[in-house]
């Protein structure tokens, strides 16, 4: 069986999907990769773009998240604390 995922990495999961995507992605597709309900991805979008990590466009009069210099941050630091703990086998 496996772990639930902590609210960091849910966070990481949706910004990190963000940046695969070049940057930005529809919310179609982030709600595919989050795995997450509308909802609760809906609830975490909301915070992440109050706190700057990532803001809604308009591109071809379609709804995007975009990712910001903020957002990316996050996610290149929670990387490097990932490879950190692995080092250590935790």
């Not at 966070?11 to 070049?22: A, C, F, P």
């Not at 909802?39 to 700057?52: A, D, N």
């Amino acid at each position: 069986m496996t772990n639930r995922r902590s609210r960091l990495e849910i966070v990481y999961d949706l910004l990190n999907s963000i940046r695969e995507k070049g940057g930005s992605i529809k919310p179609t597709h982030l709600l595919y990769k989050s795995n997450l309900s509308h909802k609760k991805m809906m609830e975490y979008t909301s915070e992440l773009m109050e706190k700057g990590f990532m803001e809604e466009k308009e591109k071809e009069g379609k709804k995007i998240y975009a990712l910001t210099d903020k957002g990316l941050e996050y996610v290149n630091e929670f990387t490097r604390m990932k490879r950190f703990s692995e080092s250590f086998g935790l």
